[in-house]
C-alpha cells in the first residue's frame, strides 16, 4: 500500500491551499481516508477525515468552515482544500487510510510520508 501526499507550500495567511494525495494497493472506494497534521514539537492530530460512503466527515473545530475534504474514487485520491489559511495552520500534512473510520480516526492504518505547508502571517 502507497500513499503519496503532495501540494505543500510556503503561502501567505488569508490564501488557499489544496493538498492532494493519491493511493495505490487497496480497493481505495472500500477504504475511509483523512488527513492529518503535525505542528513542530507537537503531537500528530486529525484535520479532516471522510469515510467510505462519501457522507460521513470529521473535521476538527479549528478548522471548521475552511477545509475541505473530498474524494475521487476513479482516481483512487483523497483532496484537501484550505481556505484562509492561518499561521497555526503551519505543519506537515499527512494523508492516512483504514477500512474502518473507527479506525482511521485514532491513528490506525496506512499512512504517507506527508508534505510541509508553511503558512507565514
Known amino acids: 500500500v502507497q500513499l503519496v501526499e503532495s501540494g505543500g507550500q510556503l503561502v501567505e495567511s488569508g490564501t488557499s491551499l489544496r493538498l492532494s494525495c493519491g493511493v495505490s494497493g487497496l480497493t481505495f472506494k472500500n477504504y475511509a481516508m483523512g488527513w492529518f497534521r503535525q505542528a513542530a514539537g507537537k503531537g500528530r492530530e486529525l484535520v479532516a477525515a471522510?469515510?467510505?460512503?462519501?457522507?460521513?466527515?470529521r473535521y476538527a473545530d479549528s478548522v471548521k468552515d475552511r477545509f475541505t475534504i473530498s474524494r475521487d474514487n476513479a482516481k483512487a485520491s483523497v483532496y484537501l482544500q484550505m481556505n484562509n489559511l492561518k499561521s497555526e495552520d503551519t505543519g506537515v500534512y499527512y494523508c492516512a487510510t483504514s477500512l474502518m473510520m473507527n479506525d482511521l480516526l485514532i491513528g490506525q492504518g496506512y499512512w504517507g510520508m506527508g508534505t510541509q505547508v508553511t503558512v507565514y502571517s
Open positions: 471522510l469515510d467510505s460512503d462519501t457522507i460521513t466527515e
